[in-house]
């Protein structure tokens, strides 16, 4: 039996009149690539928003590794292990790459010391050394963020999400933007980190997705309307009605 | 090269500095001590502003506080110089812990105008409590020696001690915020700058490090207005005034924010400008607008910030 490591029960989010999520009963499973699909405005990154802690559920709750952590800041849900992606790039655009991941490895630490020098700090520097090497960003180390190009900046994203040391990592469109080439390139990467993790992925692109999720959650105006493996889902009349619009 | 340059320059300052006494005339003496004074203000703005991302416009309350504290201790009290200092940098951080408290919980606009409220609101309590205050007609000090062991210095009739303190407490205060800078915590701030929402999705409670920096800054700007008042042997209600706040924008913009030698030599140009300028040309303030205008459309950065940028130009 697998161990459940996020949960959410009747989760429910309204804005003034829309209900942008709607009941969810959601599970990850520990050691799973689990992938959320729909159209836009199904409530995907609502549904991000609420598990980590950016937005405060209307009703239902939220359980990570059997502890409630429904309306819990998001700086709260990060320290006990859930580390996400934007969809819309959010880095430290004018931190250099090695700073970038360093900032979220010290996140890690219990005390925050106004005296001691930073760069001094060595496990930090292996942390962030590894984590480099990880993503193959280990040239770009001294790049300022912003001057990196749009495929380094989802990879760095990534980075500073796992230099938490997470036991999820919830990324929200990681491929957006990237061209067909470099978004096979990062599935292969992702694929490859979920060895080590348990990822709960957004995606757009439907071919990302059926290459390498172990399961996929189908949602649709707020609800969850399917859920199966990449080849039930796409065998499913209902899924195909809304979402492939075959 | 570049660091040994860095040195080289940093020690010829503070020779000059250290020298200062023995060959200049007790008018410069007088404004560089309050130069000096000045810039710890400044490098505590430039803290929360060039480093931690607030713009506050109401850190004349601290400066003034840190004043105010100094010297009503010492006229009510007779509190010992050490005391006195200690007082006036710790109450100007309850006071920042205070209004820190309501306002690093807004941002940007709404973070300005907290701040700017709170400082009219202590402004013209200082008009209101004017037996207290001494309103505008401020309230001059008479200065108790610096006592040390068995030493007792004489501080108020002697201009070169003065000095000396002044720049031994500020330098000290600037090895503090040099260290604090390139500490985990400095770094920290710089995030929060940079990117407040990732910097809470890692796992950091932005809203108590904002408060930490806050309350700092607010402690040194208190200590500065104290030794400005050690220095003039006066304090006013001026300094709580919103120009105040204004001023010390200004050197950061115009110095170069997140330097923090930048707004030092922003205090120090303005401030050679205001006692030289504003005795020939009233409308100063006007001539500080427009400088303040052509740095913000044309060198954001400001001076030092564009010269360090020239430099990494060249070493490419």
Request: glycine share 8%; with cysteine; net charge neutral.
């Amino acid at each position: 039996m697998a161990e459940c490591l996020l949960e959410t029960r009747l989760l429910t989010k309204r804005f003034k009149g829309v209900v942008a999520v709607d009941r969810v009963d959601f599970q990850l499973m520990k050691g799973k690539l689990h992938a959320i699909i729909g159209p836009n405005g199904a409530g995907k990154t609502t549904f991000f928003n609420l598990v980590t802690g950016g937005l405060s559920s209307t009703e239902g709750h939220i359980f990570f590794q059997n502890e409630e952590i429904t309306h819990l800041p998001s700086h709260e849900i990060s320290k006990r292990g859930v580390a996400r992606t934007f969809q819309i790039t959010s880095i430290f655009r004018d931190l250099t790459t090695k700073e970038n991941i360093w900032i979220g490895a010290l996140s890690r630490k219990r005390f925050v010391g106004p005296f001691s020098e930073a760069s001094r700090i060595f496990d930090l520097r292996s942390k962030t050394e590894e984590i480099m090497v990880l993503l193959n960003l280990q040239d770009k180390q001294s790049v300022v963020a912003e001057n990196l190009s749009h495929g380094d900046q989802r990879l760095l994203e990534i980075g500073i999400g796992l230099s938490t040391e997470p036991q999820v990592l919830l990324l929200d469109e990681p491929t957006a933007g990237m061209s067909a080439e470099e978004s096979t390139r990062t599935a292969e990467r992702i694929k490859k980190l979920s060895e080590k993790i348990t990822i709960l992925i957004i995606e757009h692109d439907m071919d990302v997705v059926m290459g390498i999720a172990d399961l996929i959650t189908v949602f649709d105006q707020g609800r969850v309307i399917a859920e199966g493996s990449p080849t039930e889902i796409q065998d499913n009349p209902t899924v195909q009605e809304v979402y492939l619009g075959t | 090269m570049m660091t040994r340059r860095f040195w080289f320059l940093f020690f010829l300052v503070f020779l000059i500095l250290l020298s200062l006494p023995l060959w200049g005339s007790s008018f410069y003496m007088f404004l560089v001590t309050e130069i000096i004074a000045l810039s710890l203000f400044a490098m505590s703005f430039d803290l929360i502003y060039g480093f931690t991302g607030m713009l506050s416009l109401g850190h004349a309350t601290f400066f003034g506080a840190g004043s105010y504290i100094f010297t009503l201790s010492i006229i009510y009290w007779q509190a010992n110089l050490w005391v006195a200092l200690l007082l006036a940098i710790n109450g100007s951080a309850i006071i920042a812990w205070v209004i820190g408290f309501f306002a690093v919980r807004a941002r940007g606009t709404n973070f300005i105008v907290i701040t700017i409220i709170f400082s009219l609101v202590i402004f013209y309590l200082s008009f209101y409590y004017k037996s207290i205050t001494g309103g505008d007609d401020g309230l001059p000090l008479k200065v108790p020696d610096l006592v040390l062991g068995f030493l007792s210095i004489s501080i108020h009739d002697n201009p070169m001690a003065n000095y000396y303190l002044v720049l031994a407490v500020v330098s000290l205060c600037y090895l503090f915020y040099w260290r604090l800078i390139v500490s985990p915590m400095g770094r920290l701030f710089v995030a929060i700058k940079s990117n407040e929402e990732r910097t809470q999705y890692i796992g950091f409670n932005t809203l108590k490090y904002r408060l930490i920096s806050f309350v700092i800054s607010g402690a040194f700007s208190g200590l500065s207005g104290a030794l400005c008042s050690m220095t003039t042997h006066y304090t006013n209600n001026k300094l709580l005034h919103w120009t105040t706040s204004v001023d010390v924008v200004v050197w950061t913009i115009v110095g170069g924010a997140g330097t923090l030698i930048g707004p030092v030599m922003g205090a120090c140009i303005f401030t050679f400008f205001r006692e030289f300028i504003s005795f020939h040309f009233k409308q100063y303030p006007i001539v500080i607008g427009m400088v303040l205008i052509f740095f913000i459309i044309f060198i954001p950065q400001g001076i030092l910030g564009y010269l360090l940028g020239l430099i990494r130009r060249e070493r490419k």
